[in-house]
């Protein structure tokens, strides 16, 4: 009771009860005694054991010397930039070996914030990562399943020095922005980096088996395993490519040094043991993933036969391989794996042949042999990419089985916290479904759900019909369409088509079929990633002002431009105006589409204020005042995702006597009230802007109205919970406010006697009171319930006398009432 207790006070959805029941608690092993070592030794003796077992040195020593760099440097380190990296540092985090966690830095930083400024320029002058900030306190935890006695068992999680984390972010960051800026990545690596996913990676994947298939050509395709990639990352593979990178000298010179002297430590309570690393980038290095990449990137943009496709999801490779014969097939494959090889030998990187394993797309019989330096390599009927399991004839049952097994742990997991008539709320179960549950059966759903056939949809439904019933409370005979349309919950198959035909057109840019919409993906605003400008690069501080810029108004040496978007029933319109010496100079105004937002208007008024104001001449300073906070925001942010923002970021810091200051809105101030009446004549009367596209809101609610109609559709030409269908013959998102007891007694799948005949369950569909046991008997007839008793509506308004008793709270609660107290005294309307 006290369990059950606990569950039901629970008074948010991801409190101490969604931790306990979804959340698996991992804790840090104990220091083992390995297969190798003395039982009868210290444990700072086992300990020492375990990193050289782990962190095994290099068969050739790296030399660290820097050839001469001809790469001019990068600048300093911009104050704003730290200051970024800084506020951004998550909390809750363990600290490293020195103690000093996040919070500790934010506060100091805040209180004195020329200290870190000082010491990261410093440090990248001298071209110098100190020692004390390169050593890595190690966590040790066990991966499941594993012998305890064998150091492969371990899975080493490294915590940095906070500080030294900053500076690391804080290189990574300008190594980052050279790779992306001078296009030195192929655009076949799909991990680490911005505007790349597990979406465009499988898309790009099955494009090619997809295509060769259509030309009628036999695909291989080869999934190759490395093995501990990251921890085996040789320091001499990543500083060569560095220096062929034509990274700015000082940065390449600042890793050069962080790869140098590295240390490991493991605690014990008889002191540490340590061991210089010599190799990789642990788990937990800010750096690992993009040295991972450079390096990564060298067998990515090998020549590669025409009939050979290779990609990378960082160390996951895939090779596909198309050809006309088998024989030709074995040939090609066999010589993509030794120039593969070939690259893993350079680099000591070993292949795991056991987890290496190929997939056939052919009608062939006989199954190519394929073999990696003598080893077999297996032939597999699916093999899981990124998470998504793909098979030899892409139908995607082997995935839905799959996420259906992951599905069952999570529906036990619910099941913990949430009972028939105990637990957590209906509304927190709801929410638990759509953001935990519903996100993991949505991944990658744009390679597999996008057209989904009718074995996917039965198999999809019986996976979320288990999750229906515990968030509803309702009896398991209930229909699952009804249960749908109670909740708000879309059919599962629909839900995710959904979610495929977005990532289709928006983040792919791949069209849908014209049925679906005639919308474009180049109609559409595309999400600004990566850096425009360099990461030092930021306003100066006095240019954005968040206070009330009304002060500014009244100096005569100042130009003050007003900007406003408007939305109405007419449209949407964007407008600015120009006050100098209390005379109106100037005016703009546009009719935007009738589709895009308010903000998309705010932001088109700013950006054309700005390049009003950066064609003044340079003596004229210009403050331009913005009644839109969210808008002043993005546009000082230089990694906003908005294009327009990036835009007008740019102008203003080739502007600086360009000032953006937030007005308050609808407060009798003359400039903002005219640009607002400005923009709101501009929604009838305005010239016509065709420079903004269609906001991402426009697509997602357009998709979403056609996956209502299609469900809608669905639910009127279905055949089952009609009983439901009578009373909410319409479909919608929201969720009904019904309790348990509501579902329970206008489904009638419940304690009803002829429910329980109906089923099977009973030998008669009588009440003990004598009369038929229906729900409307109960209702309205009943003896034993005549304290909730509602008056019986004659045969033929039936109906509408339900659907009135479901729109009414108070009927409601009799309802409920009844339910309630059949369910406590079963025994009394058993038949006689």
């Given at each position: ?89 998550p909390s809750g985090k363990a600290p490293g070996i020195d103690g000093i966690d996040n919070l500790l830095i934010k506060i100091i930083h805040k209180r004195f914030n020329n200290i870190f400024p000082t010491l990261f320029n410093k440090c990248l002058h001298l071209s110098c990562f100190p020692d004390s900030l390169k050593i890595r306190n190690i966590i040790l935890f066990q991966k499941g399943g594993k012998d305890q006695r064998l150091a492969s068992s371990y899975r080493p999680i490294s915590l940095l020095p906070t500080i030294g984390k900053v500076l690391e972010k804080l290189m990574t960051q300008r190594l980052t922005y050279h790779l ?590 004598g009369g038929i046991g229906t729900a409307l008997h109960y209702a309205t007839e009943c003896v034993y319930t005549v304290s909730w008793h509602m008056r019986k509506p004659a045969p033929n308004f039936e109906q509408e006398w339900l659907k009135r008793v479901a729109n009414n709270l108070f009927s409601r609660q009799k309802i409920r009432g009844i339910i309630k107290f059949m369910s406590e005294n079963r025994d009394l309307f058993r038949p006689p």
């Amino acid at each position: 009771m006290g369990w059950r207790k606990f569950c039901s006070a629970a008074s948010h959805p991801y409190g101490k009860q969604y931790k306990v029941a979804f959340r698996k608690s991992v804790f840090p092993s104990q220091i083992p005694y390995l297969i190798n070592g003395d039982p009868k030794g210290s444990l700072q003796e086992a300990a020492q054991n375990i990193l050289d077992q782990i962190f095994l040195s290099p068969a050739i020593p790296t030399n660290y010397n820097l050839t001469t760099s001809t790469q001019p440097p990068d600048p300093p380190f911009s104050p704003q930039e730290i200051s970024a990296i800084i506020e951004h540092l998550p909390s809750g985090k363990a600290p490293g070996i020195d103690g000093i966690d996040n919070l500790l830095i934010k506060i100091i930083h805040k209180r004195f914030n020329n200290i870190f400024p000082t010491l990261f320029n410093k440090c990248l002058h001298l071209s110098c990562f100190p020692d004390s900030l390169k050593i890595r306190n190690i966590i040790l935890f066990q991966k499941g399943g594993k012998d305890q006695r064998l150091a492969s068992s371990y899975r080493p999680i490294s915590l940095l020095p906070t500080i030294g984390k900053v500076l690391e972010k804080l290189m990574t960051q300008r190594l980052t922005y050279h790779l992306e800026s001078t296009n030195s990545l192929n655009d076949r690596q799909h991990g680490f980096r911005e505007g790349k996913s597990v979406d465009t990676a499988i898309n790009e994947l099955l494009r090619n088996i997809k295509t060769a298939r259509r030309d009628g050509k036999h695909v291989l395709v080869l999934s190759i395993d490395i093995k501990g990639a990251f921890d085996n990352l040789q320091h001499r593979a990543i500083l060569k490519t560095l220096d062929a990178s034509a990274c700015p000298s000082n940065i390449n010179r600042l890793f050069h040094s962080l790869l140098q002297n590295r240390k490991v430590t493991l605690l014990t309570p008889q002191g540490r043991a340590t061991k210089e690393q010599k190799q990789g980038c642990p788990q937990g290095s800010c750096s690992g993933p993009a040295l991972w990449n450079l390096v990564a990137n060298e067998i990515l943009n090998q020549v590669w036969p025409d009939n050979v496709h290779i990609q990378a999801f960082a160390d996951d490779f895939v090779l596909v391989i198309k050809a006309d014969t088998n024989k030709s097939l074995v040939e090609d494959t066999q010589s993509a794996i030794t120039q593969f090889s070939s690259w893993c030998s350079e680099n000591e990187l070993v292949i795991s042949t056991e987890k290496t394993n190929y997939i056939l797309f052919s009608k062939m019989v006989r199954s190519p042999k394929i073999t990696w330096n003598g080893y077999k390599i297996n032939r597999v009927k699916s093999f899981k990419y990124l998470g998504i399991h793909v098979d030899d004839r892409l139908n995607w049952l082997e995935h839905i089985n799959k996420q259906g097994e992951k599905a069952i742990k999570m529906q036990q997991n619910l099941k913990r916290i949430a009972g028939g008539n105990w637990g957590i709320s209906q509304i927190h179960r709801w929410t638990l479904y759509k953001t935990v549950i519903e996100r993991m059966l949505a991944h990658g759903s744009s390679a597999w759900c996008l057209n989904p056939t009718f074995k996917m949809k039965r198999k999809l439904s019986s996976i979320q019909r288990p999750f229906l019933l515990h968030i509803s409370g309702a009896y398991r005979t209930t229909p699952t369409a009804a249960l749908q349309t109670i909740l708000g919950i879309p059919p599962l198959h629909m839900q995710l088509q959904f979610e495929a035909r977005f990532t289709s057109i928006y983040r792919l840019r791949i069209p849908l079929p014209p049925f679906i919409t005639d919308t474009q993906p180049h109609d559409l605003e595309m999400k600004a990633t990566g850096w425009s400008t360099h990461p030092s690069e930021h306003l100066k501080p006095n240019q954005i002002s968040f206070e009330d810029g009304e002060a500014y108004i009244a100096r005569k040496d100042i130009i003050n431009i007003f900007t406003d978007g408007s939305k109405t029933e007419h449209g949407v319109g964007a407008a600015f105006c120009v006050l100098t010496n209390d005379i109106w100079a100037y005016q703009w105004s546009a009719k935007l589409n009738d589709n895009n937002t308010v903000f998309q208007a705010e932001l088109t008024a700013l950006h054309e204020a700005v390049i009003y104001a950066s064609h003044l001449p340079n003596h004229n300073t210009s403050n331009i005042h913005v009644d839109n906070r969210a808008s002043i925001m993005a546009s000082s942010n230089s990694k906003s995702t908005n294009a327009t923002a990036r835009k007008i970021f740019k102008i203003l810091l080739s502007n600086p006597r360009i000032k953006v200051s937030w007005v308050k809105a609808h407060a009798g101030n003359i400039g903002n009230e005219r640009a607002d009446q400005l923009a709101k004549d501009a929604t009838q009367h305005g010239q016509p802007y065709s420079h903004t596209k269609l906001p991402k809101p426009y697509i997602k609610g357009l998709l979403r109205k056609r996956m209502l109609e299609e469900w809608q559709t669905s639910w009127k030409n279905g055949d089952t919970g009609r009983k439901i269908y009578n009373i909410m013959p319409s479909v919608s998102l929201r969720p009904t406010n019904w309790i348990r007891e509501d579902v329970i007694f206008f489904s009638q799948h419940g304690p009803f006697p002829a429910y329980l005949k109906r089923f099977h369950l009973s030998d008669s569909d009588y009440c003990s009171c004598g009369g038929i046991g229906t729900a409307l008997h109960y209702a309205t007839e009943c003896v034993y319930t005549v304290s909730w008793h509602m008056r019986k509506p004659a045969p033929n308004f039936e109906q509408e006398w339900l659907k009135r008793v479901a729109n009414n709270l108070f009927s409601r609660q009799k309802i409920r009432g009844i339910i309630k107290f059949m369910s406590e005294n079963r025994d009394l309307f058993r038949p006689p």
